[in-house]
């Protein structure tokens, strides 16, 4: 099963090496992860989206907590969450296809950033799953390029993933 | 008070309680080098290769429960300290190593004597630092230490790139007493609820077993382990790791398990219905195949890792804690529920035990010319009362202490149990002797294994290190031979030494003793020869017979059931 697991660390130089070589070493799967500061600047937020059987995501957490930097997580697929990504995506248009691509983008609720004779750049922020859905409707031949983020991902209610 | 970084350090070990530093100087630490220099309170211990440092920091670690310090250069002499900072954190030994950088300045530039210390040694250490200010030194020490000596213990290595240290940049020092760090809290007491649920669960028991491992030693914890099993009348087996953390001589030890482990140990483990797992992680050479791993036993462990929970084998009732706080507690517990809920005695259960130590599948032929290595450890153990602190290295001569010398107390055994490494033995035998300079330390070796660090020789004299060496020597790499002997048709496979040096010249030439067992009869009265010269390294150079093996053994994937027997011991 899919988890996406929230780490508060702390923001310093390594700290996403030892995540990185930890899932590396141990042969974890990893398919996201994102990081970048708090609002403390002492503090990192790590979103991390991995995918395993009960067992191995039991020790992926455990082993996280184990390193020295990690101040706290949690596995976000727990409960009820919100999840979203970001996604610039560069696609050619000309003649017909400018009218075309912008009906598409404006039904994914999407923006045009960028404007060229040729080509647009999109923005699009949305689930993974609802950008994997524009990649897979966008015709492959107007895709110049595909810049995403990786999810970030944060609880519902009040409760929060702090010190 | 002000001082510039080699002095900062030298003030961080001394505060810390440091004696002694194993080292080797380098460019990158000629700084700290020339602090120590000017003082006398730190012993420098001048190894001879890096590697022998981190071994004897080992040894002084497992043989004292303090951390061990190593101090080495960058470039080689931090790749050097690799094996033996792997060999520390597999088997969770506090070690700090201090490893010189190049200057902060030309970090990334590939520098002379450059490599990435932090990156190379991450996946084997607890913890590791790189310092960018001199004024993070003392704090970073003060961390270093902390993290390397609680919870589950482990090396930490803290990497000082040279400009950290340079004598004429002084800031002023001053060592913080007390530490506390947000993202690092080890839990030491246990559950209180977990705890009376396990006891429960002990007390309704018809056939437990306790298996334990060197959680007890790191912790200390062997007097609240003995309490605990002999109160309960309960039978109890331990890794190679847990030696000593429970008196080997008295009834309810049934020796090793695992798969060089007893017949009696591994078939309690098979048909027992609780297993209270203490400070032990369920390592492949315990479990065998998991599928078959005491197939009846609900199954309590304590552990202060909780990664090392449920991490091979599911349990039932976990308990992240300390070993030695929460056997308080069980102990406590008992102490409360006793009277009312005294356990039925086990009388069934040892009956059993019983009848399979009759099959005392230890036993091995005393017919032959050839000195037999179990003999040889059984000459040693004679010699020295059981009261030598024994290092081995790796192979057949390890298992074979693990099976014949009873260590009746913990810290008395250092080997390399989880990473194996060759090598350890002889360095890690001289930490242990420096830390412990009123006992007697003997290294147990093979003839392949002994090479490895052999240098170190030129350090005992050194330091007038008497170790007593026992070298079993069977002219093949005995362990990799047996295997192949097993499961490769005796197909011999670069497991032979040929072109042995001459073990007691070569010990003579560096300034000790030899001497050479031929045979049998010659055995004891050379043992107590060597012994006898108290204030001297001695070898014992012991011609073995070259095809024994260790039994019993486990073939990786059977279950504890299925063990390969010793020819001479008796069907029943
Ligand atoms: C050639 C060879 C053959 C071997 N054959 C065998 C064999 O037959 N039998 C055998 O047993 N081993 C054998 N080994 C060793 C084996 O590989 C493992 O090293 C060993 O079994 C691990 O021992 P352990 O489970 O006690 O764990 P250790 O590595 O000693 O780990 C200690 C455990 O205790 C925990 N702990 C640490 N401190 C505390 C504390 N304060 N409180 C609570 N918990 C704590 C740790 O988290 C960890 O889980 C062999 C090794 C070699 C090289
Ligand atoms: C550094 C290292 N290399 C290789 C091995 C694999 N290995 C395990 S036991 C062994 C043979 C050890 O031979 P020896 O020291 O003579 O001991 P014996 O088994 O004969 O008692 C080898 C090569 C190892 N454990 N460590």
């Not at chain 1, 930890?22 to 990893?30: C, D």
């Not at chain 2, 093949?476 to 031979?481: N, P």
């Not at chain 2, 020869?529 to 994937?557: C, H, Q, T, W």
Request: glycine share 8%.
């Amino acid at each position: 099963m899919r988890h996406i697991i929230s780490i508060l660390m702390e923001n310093e130089a390594g700290a996403l090496s030892r995540v990185a070589g930890l899932f590396s070493a141990r042969g974890y799967n990893i398919e996201s992860l994102t990081v970048s500061p708090t609002e403390d600047p002492t503090l990192s937020r790590m979103t991390l989206v991995t995918w395993g059987n009960e067992e191995i995501i039991e020790q992926i957490t455990k082993q996280l907590n184990k390193l020295i930097e990690v101040v706290k997580l949690n596995d976000l697929s727990d409960g009820k969450h919100i999840e979203r990504e970001m996604m610039m995506i560069k696609l050619k248009a000309v003649g017909d296809q400018r009218e075309e691509v912008k009906r598409l983008v404006d039904i994914f609720r999407g923006k045009i950033i960028d404007v060229s004779e040729s080509s647009y750049v999109v923005e699009m922020t949305g689930a993974t799953s609802k950008l994997d859905a524009f990649v897979e409707t966008v015709a492959k031949e107007l895709i110049v390029e595909v810049v995403r983020t990786g999810p970030s991902a944060i609880a519902r209610g009040v409760s929060g993933l702090r010190l | 008070m002000e001082l510039n970084g080699g002095e900062i350090i030298v003030e961080c070990l001394k505060k810390e309680g440091v004696e002694h530093v194993f080292g080797y100087p380098g460019g990158a630490v000629l700084h700290i080098y020339d602090a120590i220099f000017n003082q006398d309170d730190i012993k420098h211990i001048l190894v001879r290769h890096e590697q022998g440092a981190t071994h004897a920091a080992d040894g002084y670690a497992r043989t004292t429960g303090k951390p061990g310090v190593v101090l080495v250069t960058s470039g080689p002499g931090a790749t050097n300290a690799v094996t033996g900072i792997a060999t520390a954190y597999m088997d969770s030994i506090p070690m700090i190593v201090i490893t010189g950088q190049v200057p902060s300045p030309v970090i990334g530039s590939d520098a002379f004597q450059e490599v990435d210390t932090v990156g190379i040694t991450r996946p084997c250490v607890k913890h590791n630092f790189l310092v960018k200010d001199v004024n993070d030194l003392a704090e970073t020490f003060k961390k270093a230490f902390y993290i390397a000596t609680t919870g589950r213990p482990g090396p930490v290595v803290i990497d000082v790139p040279k400009d950290i240290t340079a004598p004429w940049v002084k800031v002023p020092f001053k060592y913080p007493t007390k530490i506390k760090m947000r993202s690092y809290n080890p839990t030491t007491k246990g559950h209180v609820g977990q705890i009376k649920r396990a006891v429960k669960m002990m007390l309704a028991a018809k056939r437990p077993v306790f298996y334990t491992g060197g959680g007890v030693v790191l912790d200390n914890a062997a007097s609240e382990l003995t309490k605990l099993v002999q109160r309960l009348d309960f039978p109890i087996t331990q890794t190679l790791m847990g030696l000593g953390g429970y008196p080997a001589t008295e009834k309810h030890f049934l020796g090793m398990l695992g798969m060089h482990g007893t017949y009696e140990a591994n078939m309690a483990m098979h048909g027992a219905d609780v297993l209270i797992a203490v400070g032990a992680r369920f390592d492949d050479r315990i479990t065998g195949n998991v599928e078959r791993f005491c197939p009846d036993a609900k199954i309590i462990h304590i552990d202060i890792d909780p990664s090392s929970i449920s991490k091979n084998v599911r349990v039932d009732i976990p308990i992240v804690g300390s070993v030695k706080s929460v056997l308080q507690s069980m102990n406590d517990v008992l102490a409360e529920i006793e009277v009312k809920n005294k356990p039925e005695p086990l009388d069934e259960w040892w009956a059993d035990i019983e009848r399979w130590r009759a099959r005392e599948c230890l036993k091995y032929s005393k017919k032959g010319k050839m000195v037999m290595p179990q003999a040889a450890i059984e000459s040693l153990y004679k010699v020295t009362n059981g009261e030598a602190i024994v290092c081995s290295d790796v192979g057949q001569h390890q298992m074979f202490v693990a099976q014949f010398y009873k260590f009746d107390r913990p810290n008395r055994w250092a080997n390399s149990g989880g990473l194996g490494t060759m090598g350890f033995g002889l360095p890690a035998a001289m930490g242990a002797q420096i830390a412990n300079p009123d006992d007697e330390v003997v290294l147990v070796t093979g003839d392949a294994s002994i090479q490895m660090c052999i240098q170190e020789l030129s350090t005992c004299l050194q330091y007038n290190l008497p170790l007593k060496i026992v070298l079993l020597n069977n002219g093949y790499m005995g362990m990799v031979r047996q295997w192949q002997e097993f499961f490769y048709e005796k197909r011999y496979s670069e497991s032979i030494v040929e072109a042995q040096p001459d073990f007691v010249k070569l010990v003579e030439s560096y300034g000790h003793v030899g001497m050479t067992v031929n045979s049998p009869a010659e055995l004891d009265k050379t043992m107590e020869k060597a012994f006898a010269m108290k204030d001297r390294l001695v070898l014992i150079n012991v011609l073995i017979d070259p095809e024994s093996n260790v039994y019993p053994m486990i073939e990786a994937g059977k279950g504890h059931n299925e063990m390969y027997m010793p020819p001479e011991s008796e069907l029943v």
